[in-house]
């Protein structure tokens, strides 16, 4: 059966395309070059916090706060279609100042947030150590968010698949998409291991690797991989009750009795092997945040690359001077968190609906130039 839509990369962003693409009737067919949700996906913490790298308010932050509420229903919705427990907890988000600086970052962030009509409250370090005995004795003030969650990425990523197949998708697994059918102006389907197969439109959600797309389409696509490694210590019977987040990196423990320490955030091209120097630097937050983990028994370390962009928002619509071809990627640090409005917003767009938020801010044009 001819697809409609092609969807290019299974991780958490293309996942959730296809999905909200098959849930409306459309005839989808998602290619991943390896296994659906093991490149970044596989990588990420599954926080649920969509202020944390909010600067102010703006398309992003709407962006981010939808998407963060669309999790219940679809947590709901997938865990009935595929009994897949991604992984939904309330784990509120304590966002501590250990120092002046961070003290006035905080403050400048609560302003803005209080205006905006954010439910954020203060807490003096007497508060937060009351909320969180383990923290750090000497910070100086913290912000609570209460109603922020977390995922596993993975299961969130396997819960769609399998729900996308439910409803009549096709998977193609370790099948590399080696190019891009082209007619005139028109893309009109993908090459795969001397097969062709033909849509109406085809998403490109591959993450760090999307601007290799660029040279086909004659359009510069910035997306760069920007390289996090991450570490887990053992926790069980002392884990931290909070997402525990401040400049120097964040800790957050998880069901499985481990808490994870991240991240890094480093230029290194399309090596996703973690360092010495990175897992290093990573063990030394513990201390700062949460000085009793210290002797917590270390239980690995990983690393994932990110989709970064020049001004760290995602790619999301279609491609300019092109048809068929629309982007979704460049999600950076926040690819599971934006996966579930990404994937209503991708959605809408190729079905020609109207946008259930605006996507100038993330337009492709934005960056693209196309060669002659």
């Known amino acids: 059966m001819r697809p409609e ?38 990588a990420s913490a599954g926080m649920l916090i969509p202020l944390s790298e909010s600067t102010g308010p703006g398309p992003f932050t709407d962006l981010a706060i939808e998407s963060a509420r669309l999790f219940q229903a679809l947590n709901d919705e997938l865990l009935e279609r595929t009994g897949i427990d991604i992984g939904y907890r309330r784990t509120p988000l304590l966002r501590v ?32 150590l009351d909320l969180e005995p383990g923290l750090n004795p000497q910070l100086r003030a913290a912000l609570y968010y209460a109603n922020d969650h977390q995922v596993n990425a993975l299961d969130l990523t396997r819960a769609l698949v399998r729900a996308t197949v439910d409803l009549g998708a096709t998977l193609r697994e370790r099948t590399p998409v080696e190019g891009l059918i082209l007619e005139g102006d028109r893309v009109t389907g993908i090459e795969t291991g001397g097969e062709t197969v033909h849509a109406a439109e085809v998403v490109i959600a591959t993450g760090a690797w999307s601007a290799a797309w660029g040279a086909s389409l004659r359009t510069s696509l910035p997306v760069r991989p920007v390289r ?30 481990l808490t994870y320490v991240g991240a890094t955030e480093e230029e ?46 995602p790619l999301l619509g279609r491609l300019p001077g092109w048809q068929g071809v629309t982007l979704a990627t460049g999600h950076f640090r926040n690819g599971v968190l934006l996966a579930p409005a990404t994937g209503q917003l991708i959605s809408d767009l190729v079905r020609l609906q109207r946008s259930r938020l605006p996507l100038q801010a993330f337009d492709p044009a934005r960056f693209t130039i196309r060669a002659a």
């Open 5 to 42: 839509v092609i969807v290019v990369g299974a991780g958490a962003i293309g996942s959730s395309v296809a999905y909200y693409l098959a849930k409306a009737g459309v005839r989808v067919m998602l290619f991943d070059r390896g296994e659906a949700g093991h490149e970044a996906t596989r």
């Open 268 to 313: 290194a091209g399309f090596d996703s092997r973690p360092t010495a120097g990175g897992v290093a630097w990573l063990l030394g937050v513990i201390p700062r945040l949460v000085p009793g983990l210290s002797a917590a028994k270390f239980a690995g370390a990983w690393a994932g690359l990110r989709p970064g962009t020049p001004d760290r928002l």
């Open 228 to 257: 996090g490694q991450m570490v887990a210590v053992q926790t069980s019977g002392t884990p931290i009750r909070n997402v525990v987040f401040s400049n120097a990196g964040y800790m957050v423990s998880k069901p499985e009795g």
């Open 97 to 128: 100042a250990l120092d002046e600086m961070e003290e006035h970052e905080l403050r400048e962030r609560r302003g803005w947030q209080d205006r905006s009509g954010i439910p954020v409250a203060w807490l003096d370090a007497s508060s937060a």
